[in-house]
């Protein structure tokens, strides 16, 4: 018998009951299958919940999703949209198979690392994966009334465009193209036919996967198996934090509670969050849900939570963005996602292509993202018991007020963090000068000691001086408690200008000073507002005959970028490339300033751009641990206030930094 996770008895006492359907399903399933199976009954990770995964160790992964649908109530139209019949009025909703299908694309493109690339590179990867729906309640001859009229027209149309060409009566042209929109029409449907199960129909029931030459090896059965069943995390696993008083008493989680947590960069916002997060679970032992503005920071919290030294089930925690958080949600509880017709485009347009990106981005904000009805009347599989927000200063009111009337649980908890000063996104701000957000949090707690600088760091006064220079007029001044004004100065600080237009040299010079003074490329991060310029960068570093740096990067490689295999699927590498993000990789990182928020490095290399805000200067400034190297293009804003305040580095001539090079009487004014 195959392996039921869980068994059929804790199953059915789960908060989100199984269906008839689904119990049906799994009994025959593990009967079906024998013990080398394992057969998951709602699975929740990151926000994914399939009905049913089914995964062997040689043979792939199939997913079903399980309908309990009376399918007289419902009707497939001409392009394969569903509607049903409730409540006396018919509405869309979503295809069964459309869900399914996400499923299976979301294991490619967010779950698993590594899987996108591969299936991009070999299309027998993307079949390792089977989909089908089950529809309980369905026949072989009510799934049929959905299906044949559409493809007995189809075959009609087919005839009559045959007869037209012979006749003479359209070009080959016309005749070509209503043909192959005929054909992609009559697989579409027969595809949804033949993955449609029903009592009699489960037999049929197979896995994708029968050669023993497999690209379905070990390696990607044991990420799939990981995701499925995360390990248990124990005590022993930990490493004792050592929480301030303050900060001792923000991790304490209660029920019901609303609170917002700011800080100045280093002041253990995350710490905070990751023990707020466990002791919540601890308290309640129900789920927890974190949600950042930008994904790459998803392995950094899931390390400072497995810092935590307590015992606990990683399945409880679930660590998204917003965005693909809401995507995934708007999935499981079957709400239809559509793209109008003009704002589709396939073309080659570079120029074409952008705007209607963007176009298409706006009109999913305004529909879907920041729709405070969207999840109106919706079956909500998943709700929380804590939901903890990071970077709310990038958080849109709508947003913290969609997760909070949909996906907390009555007497959940709900914490918010930030610093406004990184607020990159122009967001409004409060009458605190701090990020402006929903009613009913109360005041800002204040952590106001940094820990990512030592007393004696010279960063400190740096950020301090910009502050007052450049955000003392919109936002409050952060002092750092800590901080005591010293003599010494220690790490490398410097300032240098670089030309876009030679970004040869500037990575011959980074690689330079790198190796003069002794810094491991796992230390050193790259980060920039402007991912082209990173993107040049990061070919040059890789393919240079003078040096061939190894490198991980938050965003596609110039070959992917440039690459019409990959192109069209840059969105999808992005994606992949942020997820799997992380700064313990032991190679040099390159990240957009966007993505790099929340994470510090020990030597950071900053790219000012001579648009960059000073949310965007700031961000970047308060990343680096103990160096920092700020690289201006000519005629830059910040140029004079960088002038005062560090030495200049004559990149064209100098290789190595004299340690403690920034001035010991920073300007305060």
């Known amino acids: 018998m195959a392996i039921l996770i869980p068994n059929l008895e804790k199953a059915k006492t789960a908060k989100q009951k199984p269906t008839e359907g689904e119990i049906f399903l799994l009994e025959f399933l593990a009967t079906h299958f024998d013990d080398q199976v394992e057969v998951y009954f709602q699975p929740c990770f990151n926000g994914d919940r399939p009905d049913i995964v089914v995964i062997s160790p040689k043979s792939g992964v199939i997913i079903i999703e399980v309908k309990d649908w009376n399918l007289d109530l419902y009707s497939v139209d001409k392009k394969n949209k569903w509607s049903a019949n409730l409540s006396s009025r018919r509405q869309q909703v979503k295809s069964p198979f459309s869900q399914v299908f996400s499923y299976k694309k979301n294991f490619f493109d967010i779950h698993i690392n590594g899987l996108l690339e591969k299936s991009l590179k070999n299309d027998a990867f993307f079949k390792m994966i089977k989909v089908y729906v089950y529809f309980h309640h369905g026949s072989k001859t009510a799934i049929d009334l959905l299906y ?7 075959h009609d149309e087919s005839r009559e465009n045959e007869i037209s060409f012979k006749k003479k009566q359209i070009d080959f042209d016309r005749y070509e193209r209503r043909r192959e929109g005929i054909n992609h029409a009559k697989r579409k449907f027969e595809r949804d036919m033949s993955l449609s199960l029903h009592k009699s129909s489960l037999t049929k029931i197979s896995f994708p996967i029968t050669t023993k030459e497999s690209v379905f090896d070990e390696t990607v059965y044991n990420e799939f198996k990981r995701l499925l069943n995360p390990p248990y995390h124990y005590a022993s696993e930990g490493k004792p934090p050592n929480y301030t008083d303050k900060q001792l008493r923000l991790i304490q989680s209660s029920p019901k509670a609303r609170t917002k947590i700011c800080g100045l960069a280093g002041s253990g916002k995350t710490v905070v969050l990751a023990g707020r997060a466990v002791s919540a679970h601890k308290r309640h032992g129900g789920r927890v849900l974190i949600l950042t503005f930008n994904i790459t920071l998803r392995n950094y919290i899931h390390d400072r939570i497995s810092a935590v030294r307590e015992d606990f089930s990683w399945s409880a925690f679930d660590i998204s963005n917003y965005h693909r958080f809401i995507t995934i949600a708007l999935n499981n509880s079957d709400i239809p996602v559509e793209i109008p017709e003009h704002l589709r485009y396939d073309g080659t347009n570079r120029e074409i292509a952008r705007k209607t990106s963007l176009q298409r981005d706006q009109y999913f904000e305004d529909t879907y993202y920041s729709n405070m009805k969207i999840f109106e009347g919706s079956n909500i599989k998943t709700k929380y018991d804590t939901i903890l927000i990071d970077e709310v200063q990038d958080y849109k009111p709508e947003w913290i007020k969609i997760i909070r009337s949909y996906f907390l649980e009555e007497n959940g ?24 957000v929903v009613e009913g949090f109360g005041r800002w707690e204040k952590l106001t000691k940094s820990f990512r600088y030592s007393t004696e760091s010279p960063i400190i006064p740096l950020v301090e001086s910009f502050q007052k220079s450049f955000l003392l007029n919109n936002y409050e001044l952060d002092i750092d408690d800590s901080f005591q004004l010293s003599l010494t100065s220690i790490g490398i600080q410097a300032y240098g200008l670089f030309d876009r237009a030679n970004i040869d040299q500037l990575a011959e010079k980074i690689i330079d000073i790198a190796k003069n003074n002794n810094i491991h490329p796992s230390d050193i991060s790259i980060i920039s507002s402007q991912e082209e310029i ?17 490198t991980l990067c938050s965003f596609p490689s110039h070959e992917v970028t440039n690459h019409p295999k990959f192109s069209k699927s840059y ?30 490095s020990p030597f950071i290399f900053l790219l000012m751009n001579n648009n960059d805000s000073p949310e965007m200067v700031f961000t970047g400034l308060t990343r680096a641990k103990e160096n920092l190297m700020v690289l201006l293009e000519r005629d830059n804003p910040y140029l004079d206030f960088f002038g005062k305040h560090l030495n200049k580095l004559e990149i064209e001539h100098t290789t ?11 300007i305060t004014n």
Do not use: C, W
């Not at 990159?424 to 009458?431: G, P, V, W």
């Not at 990173?534 to 190894?550: C, I, N, P, Q, Y």
């Not at 957009?592 to 994470?599: A, L, Q, V």
């Open 413 to 436: 908890e709900m914490i918010l963090f930030g610093d406004e000063k990184q607020n990159i996104y122009s967001r409004e701000l409060d009458a605190e000068r701090r990020s402006k």
């Open 656 to 666: 190595s930094i004299p340690a403690g090079i920034l001035r010991a009487d920073p």
């Open 534 to 550: 990173l993107r040049d960068l990061d070919h040059v570093l890789r393919t240079s005959e003078s040096h061939k740096e190894r």
């Open 148 to 154: 044949q009229p559409h493809l007995d027209k189809l």
């Open 571 to 600: 969105d999808k590498i992005s994606g992949a490339k942020k997820f799997g993000f992380n700064l313990n990789s032991g190679v040099m990182k390159l990240s957009s300033t966007h993505s790099f928020k929340g994470f510090e």
